[in-house]
């Protein structure tokens, strides 16, 4: 199963995101392994740490991946110039855990039923093929 691409961007137009003290504190606060453990359930491949693939020209192997440390999201925050407050760990709505597995759901039901349309026509193609053939 290939439940595609997750990305998290981030708004260089933001006046605060524009630090890039900021923006490390972001990465050190993202729980990579908890997401793709816990709320994608442990199908979604591994975590990417680059934009490139290892597959891909440019992908830089030596390039070590930002871990979940909240400690170093406040040291950058403090050098930053900002309060660190809202960094502070918070659990997770319910609903998180669920989004994936409805967005599944909601995909086979709407795959499912375009197949069916498409059965159909086909069905309808061959009923017309078939009485065409025996009227001639």
């Not at 453990?37 to 030596?62: C, D, M, R, S, W």
Request: proline residues 8%; hydrophobic residues 40%.
């Amino acid at each position: 199963m290939f439940l595609g691409l997750q990305l998290i961007g981030i708004n260089l137009a933001h006046p605060k995101l524009q630090n890039k003290y900021v923006r490390w504190a972001i990465n050190y606060m993202i729980p990579i392994d908890h997401i793709v453990e816990n709320i994608l359930g442990g199908v979604a491949g591994k975590p990417a740490y680059q934009f490139l693939a290892p597959e891909t020209i440019g992908h830089n192997p030596e390039l070590p991946p930002v871990e979940y440390n909240p400690e170093k999201a406040k040291e950058f925050m403090e050098k930053a110039g900002y309060k660190y407050e809202w960094l502070e760990e918070k659990p997770l709505p319910q609903w998180v855990y669920i989004a994936p597995f409805l967005t599944f759901v909601l995909g086979l039901v709407i795959g499912f039923a375009i197949m069916k349309v498409k059965i159909g026509k086909v069905e309808e193609e061959v009923e017309e093929t078939t009485e065409s053939q025996e009227s001639t």
